[in-house]
Every structure is written in C-alpha cells, then in structure tokens.
C-alpha cells in the first residue's frame, strides 16, 4: 500500500512539473539600453524595393535603442548614403516622399511600408519596432486596403 501512495504521489508531480514545463515559454534576449528602457534582441530584416527587379535588402539589424520605422529608415538611409525625403504634416505625421531615385508620384506610385507582409494603420513615424519584424518599403501604386 506504501508503495502505491509513492508511485501516485509521484505520478501527480511528473504530470504538474510536465503541465508547468508546457505553460512556461523562454522570453526573448532582451537588454537594457542606457536610458533603462528593455529591448528585445531579436534582430530585424528591412527592405527598400524600388522596383520588383530592384531591391536592397539589410539582414539582422539589432535595435540599440527604441526605433520606429521611419526612424531605422533614416539611419540605414544615411550610414549607406541613400537620398531620403521627407514631409511633416501637421494632422498626418511624417510621411516619405522619396528614397533614392524615386519620388512619390512618378508613374502613379508612391512608397508605402509593410511589416511582416501587413500594410498597418498609422505613419511609419508611428509604427514603434520592438524586433523580429520584417520591414519592407516599397515603390508602388497606392492600395487602398480599408475597402
């Protein structure tokens, strides 16, 4: 009887353990900057399409310090020499009107960014990148996706 109370005894913790190992996931690498703020490590991918025979692409790009999309866009931009305008509108944001060569409104296309393949809802100046992501900005029509 002794031996039947161990094994179900034991039984009850190797099911919890293995229940609680099963809830637990491994955060992400996260490092403190300098102003204290925590960051995820995970690095990001960010492209600049200019055409669909024409794209520069940047890999494992670790974030230093909280970063929104536009502002990874004005350090890549600048540290590889890339002309980058830029407007300010007062109710709208910040919105990119040329990268490169290409300025919005030659042959009816303009850039837009998506993140992870999702075209989101507000301004790049906005858009607060947090790692992992898949950044692409490209030169293309406008789409209108809140139809």
């Given at each position: ?12 913790f ?19 900057n300098?102003s ?22 940047y ?11 536009l ?15 830029t ?17 919005n409104g ?5 850039w ?8 989101p ?5 906005s ?14 029509e406008?789409?209108?996706q809140?139809?």
């Amino acid at each position: 009887m002794k031996t039947f109370k161990f094994v179900i005894i034991a039984v009850v913790f190797f099911v919890a353990g293995f229940l609680l190992g099963q809830s637990y996931q491994i955060p992400p690498l996260v490092s403190i900057n300098d102003s204290g703020q925590e960051l995820n490590l995970e690095p990001i991918n960010y492209v600049l399409r200019f055409s669909d025979n024409n794209l520069t692409e940047y890999q494992n790009i670790v974030l230093t310090e909280k970063s929104t999309v536009l502002d990874l866009l004005k350090k890549i931009t600048e540290e590889n020499g890339i002309n980058l305008k830029t407007q300010d509108y007062e109710n709208l944001g910040t919105l990119v009107t040329a990268i490169g060569d290409k300025e919005n409104g030659q042959e009816n296309k303009y850039w837009q960014y998506l993140v992870d393949g999702q075209m989101p809802q507000v301004g790049a100046a906005s858009f607060l990148l947090s790692g992992g992501e898949n950044v692409e900005w490209s030169f293309m029509e406008f789409e209108d996706q809140s139809l």
